[in-house]
C-alpha cells in the first residue's frame, strides 16, 4: 500500500513539474508540440495507420492462423515459438512500435498466445521499423547508406539476443509449455463485413491518437531541454534522445560529434525506444496481465547489448 501511494504521489508530482515547465518555457512547449504534432501527422500518421488496420483485420478474420503455419517451420526453429506466435514476429518486424506489442497483446487476449509466450514475444518484435531505421536514421540523418544493414542487423539482433537471455538462459521462459501452444479458440472462421472494417479502423485511429498524444508530450520536454547547455554535449543529445528518439536522433545528427559517438548513441536510444515509445507500448498493453516491468528489464538489457556491438562496429569495422 505504501508503494503504491508513493507512486500515485510521485505522478501526481510529475504531472505539476510538467505543466510548471510549460508555464515557464512557453515558447519551447509550444514548438515542440508543433514538432510532435506534426512529426505525427506527416511521418507516424500514414506509415503506422495502415499497419495497424490491417493488422486489426488480419487478427480479428483469423488470418493468423493460415500465416502462422506458413511461417512456423522456420520461426519455431529460430524462435522457439508457437504457431500463434508467428504472426507478431512479422508484424512486429515489418511494422515497429507498437504495432508489434499490440498484435502480441490482441493474439494474447483472444487466447491465441499463452502468458509466458506472449511477454517472450514481446520482449524481442516491438523495436523500431526497418523503414525508420534504414530510411530515417542511415540516409536522412546520417547521410550514410552504408549504414543502412549494420544499424538494422544490430538493433534487430541485440534485442533477440537480450530476448534469450533474460527468457532462456536465466530460466525465465517455460519452453515446455510454450512449445506445444496452440490456438486455443475453434470458432467458427468469420467472414469480412463493413462492421468487422469499422471496428478495425476505429481501433486503428484510437490506437494512433494514443501514440500521437504521447509523441507531442515528449517532444515538449526533449524540445526545452535542446535550449539549455552545449548543442554538443553528449549527456545532453542522450537525454533528449531518452525522451523521444525522432527529435533526440536528429539533435545527435546535427551535432559536431564524432561520427563513431552519433551512431552508438543512436543505437542506444532506439533500441531502449525511448520514454515515448516506452510509453506508447504500456499503451496497447494496459488491458492485459503482460508484465510491462518484465518488457523494461529487457529493453535495458537490449540497449547494453545494442551500445557493445555498436561499439566494436565502429571501432573494428567502419
Same mark, same amino acid.
Not at 512449445?179 to 494512433?208: C, N, R
Given at each position: 500500500?505504501?508503494?503504491?501511494?508513493?507512486?500515485?504521489?510521485?505522478?501526481?508530482?510529475?504531472?505539476?513539474?510538467?505543466?510548471?515547465?510549460?508555464?515557464?518555457?512557453?515558447?519551447?512547449?509550444?514548438?515542440?508540440?508543433?514538432?510532435?504534432?506534426?512529426?505525427?501527422?506527416? %511521418?507516424?500518421?500514414?506509415?503506422?495507420?495502415?499497419? @495497424?488496420?490491417?493488422?486489426?483485420? @488480419?487478427?480479428?478474420?483469423?488470418?493468423?492462423?493460415?500465416?502462422?503455419?506458413? +511461417?512456423?517451420?522456420?520461426?519455431?526453429?529460430?524462435?522457439?515459438?508457437?504457431?500463434?506466435?508467428?504472426?507478431?514476429?512479422?508484424?512486429?518486424?515489418?511494422?515497429?512500435?507498437?504495432?508489434?506489442?499490440?498484435?502480441?497483446?490482441?493474439?494474447?487476449?483472444?487466447?491465441?498466445?499463452?502468458?509466458?509466450?506472449?511477454?517472450?514475444? +514481446?520482449?524481442?518484435?516491438?523495436?523500431?521499423?526497418?523503414?525508420?531505421?534504414?530510411?530515417?536514421?542511415?540516409?536522412?540523418?546520417?547521410?550514410?547508406?552504408? $549504414?543502412?544493414?549494420?544499424?538494422?542487423?544490430?538493433?534487430?539482433?541485440?534485442?533477440?539476443?537480450?530476448?534469450?537471455?533474460?527468457?532462456?538462459?536465466?530460466?525465465?521462459?517455460?519452453?515446455?509449455?510454450?512449445? %506445444?501452444?496452440?490456438?486455443? +479458440?475453434?470458432?467458427?472462421?468469420?467472414?469480412?463485413?463493413?462492421?468487422?472494417?469499422?471496428?478495425?479502423?476505429?481501433?486503428?485511429?484510437?490506437?494512433?491518437?494514443?501514440?500521437?498524444?504521447?509523441?507531442?508530450?515528449?517532444?515538449?520536454?526533449?524540445?526545452?531541454?535542446?535550449?539549455?547547455?552545449?548543442?554538443?554535449?553528449?549527456?545532453? +543529445?542522450?537525454?533528449?534522445?531518452?525522451?523521444?528518439?525522432?527529435?533526440?536522433?536528429?539533435?545527435?545528427?546535427?551535432?559536431?560529434?564524432?561520427?563513431?559517438?552519433?551512431?552508438?548513441? @543512436?543505437?542506444?536510444?532506439?533500441? $531502449?525506444?525511448?520514454?515515448?515509445?516506452?510509453?506508447?507500448?504500456?499503451?496497447?498493453?494496459?488491458? %492485459?496481465?503482460?508484465?510491462?516491468? %518484465?518488457?523494461?528489464?529487457?529493453?535495458? @538489457?537490449?540497449?547494453?547489448?545494442?551500445?557493445?556491438?555498436?561499439?566494436?562496429?565502429?571501432?573494428?569495422?567502419?
Amino acid at each position: 500500500m505504501k508503494k503504491e501511494k508513493g507512486k500515485k504521489g510521485l505522478s501526481k508530482v510529475g504531472i505539476v513539474l510538467f505543466l510548471v515547465l510549460i508555464l515557464i518555457f512557453p515558447s519551447d512547449a509550444y514548438i515542440g508540440a508543433k514538432r510532435g504534432l506534426l512529426l505525427w501527422f506527416n %511521418t507516424v500518421l500514414p506509415t503506422l495507420l495502415p499497419f @495497424i488496420i490491417m493488422s486489426n483485420l @488480419i487478427i480479428r478474420l483469423q488470418i493468423t492462423k493460415p500465416l502462422s503455419k506458413l +511461417l512456423y517451420p522456420f520461426f519455431h526453429f529460430i524462435f522457439r515459438v508457437s504457431k500463434g506466435g508467428c504472426y507478431p514476429i512479422l508484424i512486429g518486424f515489418l511494422s515497429g512500435i507498437p504495432v508489434g506489442a499490440k498484435s502480441v497483446g490482441d493474439l494474447y487476449s483472444n487466447g491465441s498466445l499463452e502468458e509466458e509466450e506472449a511477454q517472450y514475444l +514481446l520482449s524481442f518484435c516491438n523495436n523500431s521499423s526497418p523503414m525508420f531505421i534504414m530510411g530515417y536514421i542511415a540516409i536522412a540523418q546520417l547521410k550514410m547508406k552504408e $549504414l543502412r544493414g549494420p544499424l538494422l542487423f544490430i538493433i534487430y539482433i541485440s534485442g533477440i539476443i537480450a530476448a534469450f537471455l533474460y527468457f532462456r538462459i536465466l530460466g525465465l521462459y517455460k519452453r515446455k509449455k510454450v512449445y %506445444t501452444a496452440e490456438y486455443i +479458440l475453434e470458432d467458427p472462421e468469420p467472414k469480412f463485413s463493413f462492421a468487422v472494417l469499422d471496428s478495425a479502423i476505429m481501433d486503428g485511429f484510437e490506437v494512433i491518437t494514443k501514440v500521437g498524444g504521447y509523441i507531442i508530450l515528449f517532444s515538449i520536454p526533449a524540445q526545452i531541454i535542446t535550449t539549455l547547455g552545449s548543442p554538443n554535449n553528449p549527456a545532453r +543529445l542522450l537525454s533528449i534522445g531518452l525522451l523521444e528518439i525522432t527529435t533526440g536522433i536528429n539533435q545527435i545528427s546535427m551535432s559536431s560529434l564524432d561520427l563513431t559517438i552519433k551512431i552508438v548513441l @543512436i543505437t542506444i536510444i532506439t533500441s $531502449l525506444g525511448g520514454l515515448s515509445g516506452l510509453a506508447q507500448t504500456k499503451s496497447v498493453i494496459s488491458n %492485459t496481465r503482460l508484465s510491462f516491468g %518484465t518488457y523494461f528489464k529487457v529493453k535495458l @538489457i537490449h540497449a547494453v547489448i545494442a551500445f557493445l556491438m555498436a561499439s566494436f562496429y565502429v571501432r573494428i569495422l567502419l
